[in-house]
């Protein structure tokens, strides 16, 4: 059920690669709730990947670009500002990549060229997206910017790697430029804290299913899918949050408040009967 939310808004979506992608799924929603948007990815990733089928449904242009690059970037919006007749209202960040999780180095054993690659692209690109957007003063007032982080930026979770240090940095960026967009443009900026989804990029965290698995359990309210988070992101984008900036908000259905559930304590029972000393 549409509630057109985002009736007469335009922005930018970042990261969505298949209908696996959270980023897909806020697009889907995004254009439910009547917002239109340019989708950007990657050039190998729309090569790759299913962004061109997503446009088409969406009745939404897709433009690649690094979002690493400045170059990239600065093209990238001045096309949509192009193809909108002005200012845009909302961008989703869903931009993530470890090459070090891929190849499946430890955190102490890490490749720094990698490792380097893994800040830039995960939180670097943040800090260009919204860089270039207030260089080119591309998003309107009370516009929001909303970008998706993970729990590891806080707290130690086996297999995340670099990834967890990369989102550290990302939550900083949001707040960072949250003061500033705020106090000079009224634009919000916020980080999602979202549960462990199985995207493409989620996929390759060594022991995924685990955690997955774990979470589950350990929430009150269970797991937020992709779809779920979708609903949130529209939330952030719309006009009933206007007065919410700066926060790195957990959608993880209870996790981050827990200590110990009855579920997780129950599983952690039975390994110790199936596995005694």
């Not at 970042?14 to 209908?19: H, P, V």
């Not at 090569?47 to 089928?53: A, P, V, Y």
């Not at 916020?190 to 462990?196: E, F, K, L, R, V």
């Not at 589950?216 to 309210?221: D, F, I, K, V, Y």
Request: proline share 2%; with cysteine.
């Amino acid at each position: 059920m549409a509630y057109n939310l985002l009736k007469g808004k335009k922005g930018i979506i970042f990261g969505a690669l298949n209908d696996k992608s959270i980023a897909w799924k806020v697009a889907e929603l995004a254009y439910e709730e009547g917002a239109e948007f340019v989708l950007s990815n990657t050039p190998v990733a729309l090569r790759m990947g299913d962004t061109n089928e997503l446009g088409k449904k969406c009745n939404a242009e897709v433009i690649g670009a690094d979002a690493t690059n400045v170059e990239d970037l600065e093209n990238l919006v001045n096309k949509t500002m192009e193809i909108f007749g002005g200012k845009i209202d909302f961008i989703l960040h869903s931009i993530g990549m470890s090459p070090n999780v891929r190849k499946g180095l430890p955190y102490d054993a890490l490749d720094y060229n990698n490792y380097l690659k893994t800040i830039d692209i995960s939180a670097l690109s943040f800090h260009k997206v919204l860089l270039v957007c207030r260089k080119l003063d591309a998003i309107n007032e009370w516009g929001s910017v909303v970008a998706l982080s993970y729990i590891a930026a806080q707290r130690v979770l086996y297999g995340y790697n670099d990834m967890a240090d990369a989102k550290a940095v990302l939550e900083s960026i949001a707040r960072s430029f949250g003061y500033m967009y705020g106090t000079e443009k009224k634009i919000r900026i916020n980080t999602i804290s979202q549960s462990p989804t199985m995207t493409t990029a989620g996929s390759g965290v060594k022991g995924i299913d685990s955690l997955i698995d774990f979470t589950e359990r350990m929430s009150p309210l269970g797991n937020a899918d992709a779809e779920d988070c979708a609903n949130y992101c529209i939330t952030l984008f719309s006009d009933l949050t206007k007065k919410v900036t700066m926060q790195n908000l957990y959608h993880d259905g209870g996790f981050s408040s827990m200590g110990m559930s009855l579920r997780a304590m129950t599983q952690y029972d039975k390994s110790f009967k199936d596995c005694p000393d």
